[in-house]
């Protein structure tokens, strides 16, 4: 499991996406989060599925290599929609009533929504940021369009620096999670067995080696980083030159055509499709 989290990887290709200006992927990013925050009808979430699809397919990246990424948090979806369905009260008769637990329509309808709207979230802006985006231009592009901050004095390069590094790190701690439990099962470690209480405590003899190794890789970074004389004070030079093309105003468009859809559709009432049972459930709001 803990192998499959692919967030902060960074996989290489020739595709439309690759090809994009990073800040036109961080603003596209934006917009479909905002989108999916937007979207409240079931035709809203197909239409966002179709455009993650979409986005999948002119990416080229192996759909195992999305389903593996989901893998890790499938214990967040399912208790999220537990959640969902017991907390959510219904206006009608529930469905099942046990003891003080009650499951309603909308209850289920509602962890549908949730989940759908969390997988959507993880892949889209995936998709858009580290997948399809190296390190070094993902900084590029985040100072880049923080730069007027940088006018009331606010350490720009320093926060694009940081959060890239955070992101880029992510792959190597989990490498090396998965190296020290590899090592403490070798040694007779139980991971998997006993009480809930029993495997956090099983944990800590990883959490602690994991600490570690983390200080031990941000000091030699900062060292190394001082060894190549680099100062956060001192305007650098880029070796690649971040500029719009064609394709960039284009997906500018595509983005913003998708995110003026979903609220158009999820405003929309079921009168104009002509008021039936089919049109009641496509129009139903979350």
């Not at 979207?39 to 397919?57: H, N, Q, R």
């Not at 900084?139 to 350490?155: C, F, N, Q, R």
């Not at 997906?251 to 002509?274: C, D, E």
Request: glycine letters at 6%; one cysteine or more.
């Amino acid at each position: 499991m803990i192998s499959d989290i692919t967030l902060g990887q960074f996989f290489p290709g020739f595709s439309l996406l690759h090809k994009l200006d990073p800040r036109t992927k961080l603003i596209g990013a934006i917009l479909f989060i905002v989108a999916i925050f937007m979207a409240k009808t079931p035709l809203a979430f197909v239409l966002l599925t179709l455009f993650t699809v979409a986005m999948i397919l002119v990416s080229r990246i192996s759909f195992s290599v999305i389903l593996r990424g989901i893998r890790p948090v499938v214990y967040i979806l399912i208790f999220t929609s537990i959640l969902n369905i017991f907390m959510t009260k219904g206006a009608g008769e529930p469905l099942v009533a046990f003891w003080v637990l009650k499951i309603y329509k909308e209850g289920i309808i509602r962890a549908i929504f949730m989940t759908v709207r969390v997988i959507l979230l993880i892949v889209g802006s995936s998709m858009l940021l580290t997948y399809t985006t190296s390190p070094i231009s993902l900084t590029d592009g985040l100072e880049s369009l923080l730069s007027p901050l940088a006018k009331i004095h606010i350490p720009v390069h320093v926060f694009s620096m940081m959060m890239t590094i955070a992101l880029r790190f992510i792959p190597t701690l989990v490498e090396e999670t998965d190296k020290i439990m590899n090592a403490q099962k070798s040694r007779g470690a139980d991971f998997s067995s006993g009480s809930l209480v029993r495997r956090a405590k099983a944990l800590i003899p990883i959490i602690v080696p994991l600490f570690v190794s983390a200080f031990k890789r941000a000091e030699e970074l900062a060292v190394a980083m001082e060894c190549r004389c680099y100062r956060v004070d001192k305007k650098r030079s880029k070796l690649v030159k971040l500029s719009f093309g064609a394709r960039d105003f284009l997906s500018f468009a595509v983005f913003a055509v998708f995110l003026a859809g979903v609220i158009l559709i999820s405003r929309m009432s079921p009168a104009l499709f002509g008021g039936g049972a089919l049109a009641r459930a496509l129009c139903y709001r979350i």
